[in-house]
């Protein structure tokens, strides 16, 4: 069956560095979505990415669709102490969810 | 307020006694899905549902079943949990955006099953 794959599984970063995970699909997707899931919380939608190639910027985040529509990453421009949290993929209209990146950040 | 509800927040049980774990949205969503979620496992998609009377099983149904009898609810059912159902579950509906589903998560059931 279809799976999407993130890396990596876990990050550390010192505050102020950035942070890129990375998503791949092994089926070409009809769109990508991005979740951030809070420590003790519930996954929040973030963006929806359509376009082959493209690519959204959301404040200190930046999202990218890969030219074949099989990958995507998501960037984090000088992290914060607010953006830890487990950051998931999701492909296809079934909603299918990456494995997820626990992003822990250090002050 | 749109909102998914799942309850119980909380629950701790005994191999083989069954239960549910409810799930209800008022948004008039079509589409709603359950999940589990484990350590480095990610978020497992169990079963969904794309609309009253449609159920379809996901990645891993084994164990749980569902019903969809109206709109709003989307009932989790463990017939006879064992310890490897010890999880945190998710219950999903679906939105539009641009044509395309995205999800409203609750607030998650954290089940322990000794």
Known sequence: GQQVMQIPQYQHVQEGEDFTTYCNSSTTLSNIQWYKQRPGGHPVFLIQLVKSGEVKKQKRLTFQFGEAKKNSSLHITATQTTDVGTYFCAGLDKLIFGTGTRLQVFP | ?114
């Open chain 2, 1 to 114: 307020e749109a909102q998914v509800t799942q309850n119980p927040r909380y629950l701790i049980t005994v191999t083989g006694k069954k239960l549910t774990v409810t799930c209800s949205q008022n948004m008039n969503h079509e589409y709603m899905s359950w999940y589990r979620q484990d350590p480095g496992l990610g978020l497992r998609q169990i079963y969904y549902s794309m609309n009253v009377e449609v159920t379809d099983k996901g990645d891993v149904p084994e164990g749980y079943k569902v019903s969809r009898k109206e709109k709003r609810n989307f009932p989790l059912i463990l017939e006879s949990p064992s310890p490897n159902q010890t999880s945190l579950y998710f219950c999903a509906s679906s939105a539009q955006l641009g044509g395309r589903p995205y999800a409203f998560f609750g607030q998650g059931t954290r089940l322990t099953v000794v």
